[in-house]
């Protein structure tokens, strides 16, 4: 029930936007994630939000570059990226789970995912 737009390829030191929709459901009440997940590796946490924005966090490897925002109004969850690094190639999942509480870092405590959208951040 999620879905994500915006991947593409960039150059490293460039930016992009991933747009997280959920079509025919409201996310307010819903703590949003961010997650990755390049070749061969094991899928990894990249950034959280909490229900009313109250709370947001990072992995380390992308502080400072990344920024998780969210406008329930439109359903939407957004992941602003930018200084790319050919390091944060990977495809970037959207993950919900419904909550009022903080956040979450561990993938299995999200219960809706998205498919997923590509980036590729060249060198």
């Known amino acids: 029930p999620l879905v994500e737009s915006g991947g593409g390829l960039v150059q490293a030191g460039g930016s992009l936007r991933l747009s997280c929709a959920a079509p025919?459901?409201?996310?307010?009440?819903?703590?949003m994630g961010w997650f990755r997940q390049a070749p061969g590796k094991e899928r990894e946490f990249v950034a959280a939000?909490?229900?009313?924005?109250?709370?947001?966090d990072y992995v380390d490897a992308v502080k400072g570059r990344f920024t998780i925002s969210r406008d329930n109004a439109q359903n939407r969850v957004y992941l602003q990226m930018i200084s790319a690094k050919p390091e944060d190639t990977a495809v970037y999942y959207c993950?919900?789970?419904?909550?009022?509480?903080?956040?979450?870092?561990?993938?299995?405590?999200?219960?809706?995912w998205g498919q997923g959208t590509q980036v590729t951040v060249s060198s």
């Open positions: 025919g459901r409201t996310m307010d009440a819903y703590v």
């Open positions: 939000i909490s229900w009313n924005e109250g709370r947001t």
């Open positions: 993950a919900a789970r419904r909550g009022y509480g903080g956040i979450y870092y561990d993938s299995t405590l999200y219960t809706y």
